[in-house]
C-alpha cells in the first residue's frame, strides 16, 4: 500500500569487509521496531536537520505513517550551515518529504548567546517553541522527534532535556538504534545520507565562555564552506577570535598541508588572521573537554 513517497529503496548488495557498517546486519536492531514506534506516536514533527540521523528518522517516519501524518521542519537560524540548509530541500524533494522551514533566533537569548555550558539546553528550547505553531500540520496531537540515538546520550547535550522537558520523544533511542546503526540501515535502504558526515551547529564551533554572535558564526560558516569547495568533507574550524583551528580526520591531514596555499586563502577570506590545523584531527564534540576547568574556575 502506498504511503504517499516512493517506496524505500532495496537493499544494494551487503559490504561484509571487517569494519564495514553491513558487516554485522545480523545483529541491528529490528527496523519494525522503530517503525512500531512512530505508529505508536500517530502525527509527528521530525526535527530535520538533514544530517544522517534525523534524515534517516524523516525518512523512514514518512514511509511508516505517510507523508499526510508527518511533517520534516528545518530550524533555519545563522547556526545552521548554508549547506546543511540546501541538503535539507534536496532531501525533500527527492524523497517527497513534507518539509517547512521555521526560523529561529537563538542569537537573541542572552543565555544562549554568552555562550556557557548550557547553550544547547537554549538552542532546543528555542526549537520546541518555534514548531510548536506549525505542529498542526501533521495532524492533531503531533508529537515532536528529534533524531537522538543511543550514543548522544553518553556525550553533554543538554539540549535533550530541553526538548524532552517539552514533549518532544526520541524514537530511535526508544528502539535501540546507535549511530553506527543508523548508517548501516540508511545504506541497507539505499539512502545518500548513510555515510554523510557529522555537521553540528556552527555554535558547536566556539569555545564555551567565548559570545556567539552572528559575525562569529559567518565566518565560522564561510570558511567551512571555503575547505568543502576543495575536498574536504569532514571538517571543522573552531573558532579563536582572530585565529582559525581547523580539524580534519588525522589521515587527511597531509593533505591540508599539501593544500596550504588553497586552505589559507579560504580561511583568510572568511576574516581570520591566523590558520592553524590541529595535529590531533578531527574530535566531534572536542570542546566539551573545556566544561570541567570551566566549571571548577567559577565554584
Known amino acids: 500500500m502506498s504511503t504517499g513517497v516512493t517506496d524505500l529503496a532495496p537493499a544494494p548488495p551487503a559490504d561484509t569487509r571487517p569494519g564495514s ?25 521530525v526535527a530535520f536537520s538533514g544530517g544522517a540521523d534525523s534524515a534517516f528518522l524523516a525518512r523512514v517516519a514518512t514511509d511508516t505513517l505517510g507523508a499526510d501524518r508527518v511533517l520534516c521542519a528545518t530550524a533555519v537560524s545563522p547556526s545552521l550551515a548554508p549547506e546543511e540548509l540546501g ?3 534536496a532531501l525533500a524533494a527527492e524523497w517527497d518529504l513534507r518539509h517547512v522551514e521555521v526560523a529561529t533566533d537563538e542569537l537573541a537569548d542572552t543565555a544562549y548567546s554568552i555562550n556557557d555550558g548550557s547553550r544547547c539546553y537554549h538552542c532546543k528550547s528555542s526549537l520546541m517553541a518555534a514548531l510548536g505553531p506549525v505542529s498542526g500540520l501533521a495532524g492533531p496531537g503531533a508529537t515532536v522527534v528529534l533524531g537522538v540515538n543511543l550514543d548522544d546520550l553518553s556525550d553533554h547535550r543538554p539540549g535533550q532535556a530541553a526538548a524532552a522537558e517539552r514533549g518532544a520523544v526520541f524514537p530511535l533511542v526508544t528502539a535501540g538504534f546507535t549511530k553506527a546503526d543508523v548508517r548501516a540501515w540508511s545504506r541497507q535502504l539505499g539512502l545518500r545520507t548513510w555515510d554523510k558526515p557529522a555537521a553540528a551547529c556552527l ?14 558564526l559567518d565566518a565560522v560558516a564561510r570558511a567551512e564552506s571555503g575547505l568543502r569547495a576543495l575536498g574536504f568533507r569532514q571538517l571543522r574550524v573552531r573558532h579563536y577570535d582572530d585565529t582559525a583551528r581547523i580539524e580534519v580526520p588525522a589521515d587527511e ?18 576574516g581570520y588572521r591566523y590558520v592553524t590545523l590541529d595535529l590531533d584531527g578531527f574530535r566531534s564534540g572536542n570542546l566539551n573537554d573545556s566544561l570541567t576547568t570551566i566549571t571548577e574556575a567559577t565554584q
Open 87 to 89: 541538503d535539507c530541500r
Open 21 to 45: 557498517p553491513l558487516s554485522d546486519l545480523d545483529v541491528l536492531p529490528d527496523l519494525d521496531v522503530l517503525r512500531d514506534a512512530l505508529r505508536s506516536l500517530g502525527n509527528v514533527v
Open 203 to 216: 555554535a558547536s564551533r566556539v569555545p564555551y565562555g567565548t559570545p556567539v554572535t552572528f559575525t562569529t
Open 253 to 270: 591531514l597531509a593533505l591540508v598541508v599539501d593544500a596550504r596555499e588553497a586552505v589559507c586563502a579560504a580561511v583568510h577570506a572568511a
